[in-house]
């Protein structure tokens, strides 16, 4: 985890029995009662360091409710350990894989917060959480003081002896923290530990799974591993690989949508350029915009086989289909009308359907929908409305060397 210079002194005062005793008593926290919550603390007589501490982490707390629920109400977190902590509802998948395979003991590399080690250590697995930094490395203690089965070392990944320990699971920092914030790494190599680094623990024949940023290219996925994206409500999370017992048999390159309670997945035996082969065809029909997780793991042509579809160019990930098929890889829309990309015309189209809220998404083209949203409305109010007023969603992307805007409609 990349250390924040701010984080321990943050931390710090809520590491004493007063402190503890105070940020548990706020109960749920809101922004609109920071300014009351301030004086009524400071009139108790509690100094001022402590209260700020208090409320940045009640602060964080909120925020952590989106990844780690109920839990986050009695954790403690830093800002820039949060960014990476893996949700629990993934983490729980991370760990199902060690049981599958029958690993009863983990080495949780560059465990953050204890997201992974909390899930692995609730399915009964004998935990050692491994955290390089010191701040991250307490505020995992206490998060994992419920776990009689996890023990934390304040202790390099790369370093740490894995003697008598079955499985490996390892979560580099992918971010570098300075004065100024967090600032992302895309080389897999100045991640910490560094993807190397896996490949060398996967080569000693150990069951090695590893969580990296989803942006990961295909060409630094190593060979022999399975290699599973995944996205929860809408938005791709993350990119697992996993080696040796971990990996599924027949799986390569996997794609996992969660919804709510759903999980749904799609995957594919061939390396990545390999397998289907889409067909390209019109416009029209069924548009299909394909999952975030489904276009990372290389799978469009696999869903466009699916749905008896096509692409509408083979660089693009939109799929156009004769016909309605439920799917939870994609969003669908209804194709109402293709028309070449025209500011002055597009302007006119709103105008003339009356139309007031306008939904813009893009593929192939650099154009901005923000910019193109203020293009299209401008002038509008002046004059007498032929129709009702409606939203409308838009699709622009390019065929060839055509820019197209399909006016669709969302099934």
Request: proline share 6%; glycine share 8%.
């Amino acid at each position: 985890m990349a250390q924040d210079p701010h984080a321990a002194e943050q931390l710090a005062p809520l590491l004493t029995s007063e402190g503890w005793a105070l940020l548990n008593s706020l109960g749920p926290y809101r922004e609109e009662d920071a300014l009351a919550i301030t004086a009524r603390l400071r009139k108790a007589g509690h100094a001022p360091e402590l209260v700020s501490a208090v409320l940045s982490q009640a602060r964080l707390r909120v925020k952590a409710e989106a990844k780690f629920g109920e839990f986050s109400r009695h954790m403690l977190f830093t800002r820039a350990g949060l960014e990476q902590a893996t949700r629990l509802s993934i983490a729980a998948r991370h760990a199902r894989r060690f049981v599958d395979a029958d690993v009863r003991s983990v080495a949780d590399l560059g465990c953050g917060l204890g997201a992974d080690a909390m899930a692995m250590a609730s399915l009964d697995l004998d935990v050692t959480a491994v955290e390089l930094d010191e701040t991250t490395a307490a505020c995992a203690t206490i998060n994992l003081m419920p776990f009689p089965n996890v023990r934390v070392v304040h202790e390099d990944a790369q370093t740490v002896p894995l003697e008598g320990i079955e499985g490996v699971w390892l979560d580099p920092a992918r971010r570098t923290t300075t004065t100024s914030g967090t600032t992302r790494l895309w080389d897999p190599q100045q991640f910490s530990p560094p993807l190397s680094f896996v490949s060398e623990l996967a080569d000693a024949g150990r069951p090695v799974g590893v969580k990296l940023g989803p942006g990961l290219p295909h060409s630094s996925v190593p060979e022999g591993c399975e290699a599973q994206w995944v996205s929860t409500d809408g938005e791709v999370a993350e990119v697992g690989l996993y080696f040796n017992a971990l990996k599924r048999p027949s799986v390569r390159r996997a794609a996992l949508v969660l919804a709510g309670q759903t999980a749904s997945e799609l995957v594919a035996e061939t390396d990545f350029g390999g397998g289907v082969r889409a067909e390209v065809g019109p416009l029209e029909g069924f548009l299909y915009e394909p999952d975030g997780a489904v276009i990372r793991a290389g799978l469009v042509a696999e869903l466009a086989d699916r749905l008896g579809g096509h692409l509408v160019d083979p660089h693009i990930a939109y799929i156009c289909a004769p016909n309605l098929v439920a799917t939870p890889f994609a969003k669908a829309y209804r194709v109402l009308d293709v028309r070449p990309y025209n500011v002055r015309a597009l302007r006119q189209w709103v105008r003339d359907e009356g139309i007031t809220a306008l939904d813009i998404k893009k593929r192939g083209t650099s154009v901005t929908p923000e910019e193109l949203r203020k293009l299209l409305f401008l002038g509008q109010g002046k004059g007498p409305k032929k129709k009702p007023h409606r939203r409308a969603t838009l699709v622009l992307t390019r065929i060839g060397d055509d820019r197209v805007a399909a006016v669709v409609e969302p099934v």
